[in-house]
């Protein structure tokens, strides 16, 4: 099995989606910072890199902070 973090990754998608795990979203989005960051790039609609886009890149990452922030925040009713 090659992918088999992929595969599992669905698996707890669907999951996710089935049982509302609102907090898994927010775990997807930090494993996907850790990945981004140590990469260098992100794949969003196209492929930026740090080193060509350095300001694109640095702005998606904190986009995707703040989205990992606020659901973490959500699901530990901090907000409300």
Do not use: C, Q
């Amino acid at each position: 099995m090659d992918k088999w973090r992929t595969i599992v990754a669905l698996a707890l998608l669907i999951l996710a989606i089935i049982y509302e795990w609102n907090w898994f979203s927010a775990l997807f989005i930090i494993l996907g910072l850790v990945h981004i960051i140590r990469s260098g790039e992100i794949h969003f609609v196209e492929s930026i890199t740090k080193k060509e886009h350095p300001k694109l890149y640095w702005i998606m990452i904190l986009i995707w902070s703040f989205l990992a922030i606020y659901s973490v925040a959500n699901h530990l009713a901090i907000l409300t």
